[in-house]
């Protein structure tokens, strides 16, 4: 049996902006983030390191790793959704440049993409597949990733809807524990 660990990265400097599969490294504050992060967690034990490979959250694993003297393991099946033309900007940046399509965007989500950019059900389809691997191992696992991912194991694995996935995901270096179907 495995529990996961889901951890939010640390923040960015383009924190506010639709971040996706950009790759800032962390900020300042971000290691701030780590480091009460490390203090949070330093009762537990982890295995295993599972992380996105984009630096933000590589950055956030290998202090993790650091600490509980374990390996790390990076895969882009924990990446956060493509926004595509969107990456950098801002909702206020996106209305601007084509306000048509941002109100449709916003009317019909998750069912429509930002342009260019990765489908709802493809990034769900990823997420949920390397989530059922890890769930197939047996260990305790930190899962360093992204805030829409850790939405899309809220979502359909905990059975929590929209706002509330978001409340639970906003903070940076946030987390939560998944086993057997019980979040934490």
Same mark, same amino acid.
């Given at each position: ?8 990265h640390a923040e960015t400097d383009m924190a ?19 480091? @009460? ?41 924990? &990446?956060?959704?493509?926004? /595509?033309?969107? #990456? ?27 342009? /260019? /950019? ?7 389809? &990823? @997420?949920?597949?390397? @989530? ?12 360093v990733t992204h805030a829409g991912v850790m &939405? @899309? ?13 978001? #409340? &639970?995901?906003?903070?940076?270096c946030g987390f939560f524990k998944y086993t057997? /179907?019980?979040?934490?």
């Open positions: 049996m495995s529990t996961l660990l889901f951890i939010r506010g902006t639709f971040c996706g599969q950009s790759n800032p490294p962390v900020n300042a504050r971000g290691h701030e983030q780590i480091h @009460v992060l490390l203090k949070t967690l330093n009762a537990g034990s982890i295995d295993v390191v599972y992380t996105s490979d984009l630096q933000r959250a590589v950055t956030t694993a290998d202090e993790l790793a650091k600490a509980f003297a374990c390996s790390s393991t990076v895969t882009s099946a924990l &990446r956060e959704i493509n926004f /595509g033309e969107w #990456e950098g900007l801002t909702w206020s940046e996106i209305e601007t440049k084509d306000a048509a399509y941002a109100n449709e965007w916003s009317n019909a989500y998750p069912n429509l993409p930002a342009p /260019g /950019g990765e489908s709802f059900d493809a990034f769900q389809v &990823r @997420v949920l597949a390397e @989530v059922q691997h890890l769930l197939t191992l047996d260990g305790y696992f930190a899962v &939405r @899309v194991v809220l979502r359909a694995l905990c059975g929590l809807d929209e706002k509330e996935a978001w #409340e &639970r995901t906003k903070l940076y057997d /179907g019980m979040s934490r």
